[in-house]
């Protein structure tokens, strides 16, 4: 017979095992919303969540525009999933369903989810390597059990997992996966773009307790995590810390641009679409600069009117 406090550990485990396959049961069971077309899906996910991204697609060619959306989808469900769920378990069980959905994709059995069909569509279009996919889930997952990055060096390596491996997908997308030279500088643009999220979207992360400082930069500054959920920008050594940070994407966007110095700084044009991601990086840098690397600046959450322009500037200039 179970003792009284190992019935309630069995009873709790039971709870979060049931929760955890009720998720998954909603999460695969087709619903109106995913009977939609796959590609319209996409374009309409990533147009609400990654509004730059929607805007950079108009400089894909037409014909590439639902891949590009299918990649972009992908990466935006999967960034999704740590605000949708409770709990890491319930978080796991969907990353472990797109672990699956690829695994499904490339036997040529996606499953019925739109953001897997349109998956599925894009690498029957183009050499889209597997491996990317399960690094950007991996790496998702392993977000989902940490509320904090130990080091700087960890921050960029979960930034290469995520937004380059996006961006190495995209250049195999346009048919350019062979160069060395771009996958080096889409590696470097890409961990740029993903600090400046996490710095664009700080006031977010606090207001649920979470803070994507490193915990080496927040002890050189002497930042408290508590301090920053209750005083935000207020906080001792905060500004410093995003300063930092900003700095190291800042250092991994010109490390990018030095690629192309033999160009006169000019990227090919047939990968032009792809490094395009680099401009509003560079634009939020220059927004945090004006104030004074306050990430809790409420003029920050207001969109750059002029990104617009600067996107088709970068494309026809060539440059990010």
């Not at 190992?6 to 998954?24: D, E, I, Q």
């Not at 690498?123 to 998702?140: E, F, G, K, M, S």
């Not at 961006?167 to 740029?192: E, I």
Request: glycine letters at 6%; hydrophobic letters at 45%; a positive charge.
């Amino acid at each position: 017979m179970l003792s009284l406090r190992a019935a309630r550990r069995y009873s709790s485990a039971r709870v979060s095992f049931t929760a955890s396959a009720n998720s998954l049961r909603r999460y695969t069971t087709a619903t109106p919303e995913a009977s939609t077309d796959p590609a319209t899906y996409c374009r309409g996910l990533v147009r609400k969540h990654d509004y730059e991204s929607f805007l950079i697609s108009k400089f894909w060619p037409p014909e590439l525009q639902d891949g590009y959306f299918a990649i972009k989808a992908f990466s935006t469900e999967l960034a999704m999933v740590q605000d949708n769920v409770s709990v890491a378990t319930i978080g796991s069980v969907r990353m472990q369903f797109w672990r699956d959905a690829v695994r499904d994709i490339y036997a040529d059995k996606p499953p019925r989810h739109p953001v897997a069909l349109a998956l599925h569509a894009a690498t029957q279009a183009a050499n889209l390597p597997a491996y990317h996919l399960n690094r950007i889930v991996d790496a998702r997952d392993a977000e989902l059990q940490a509320d904090s990055y130990p080091s700087s060096d960890a921050l960029v390596a979960h930034a290469e997992s995520v937004s380059a491996s996006v961006l190495y997908l995209l250049l195999a997308l346009r048919g350019l996966g062979g160069p060395a030279d771009l996958a080096h500088a889409a590696s470097h643009v890409g961990t740029a773009a993903t600090l400046a999220t996490l710095l664009r979207a700080l006031p977010h992360h606090a207001l649920h307790r979470r803070l994507p400082i490193p915990l080496d930069v927040c002890a050189r500054h002497g930042v408290q995590q508590e301090e920053v959920f209750r005083r935000g920008g207020a906080a001792v050594g905060v500004v410093d810390a995003v300063y930092e940070v900003a700095v190291l994407a800042n250092d991994h966007l010109l490390t990018a641009r030095e690629v192309f110095k033999g160009s006169g700084g000019k990227v090919p044009a047939a990968a032009m679409p792809v490094f395009l991601v680099g401009v509003p990086v560079a634009s939020f840098l220059g927004q945090l600069e004006r104030v004074n690397f306050d990430g809790f600046s409420r003029q920050l959450a207001v969109r750059d009117w002029r990104l617009s322009w600067r996107i088709w500037s970068g494309y026809y200039r060539r440059l990010f």
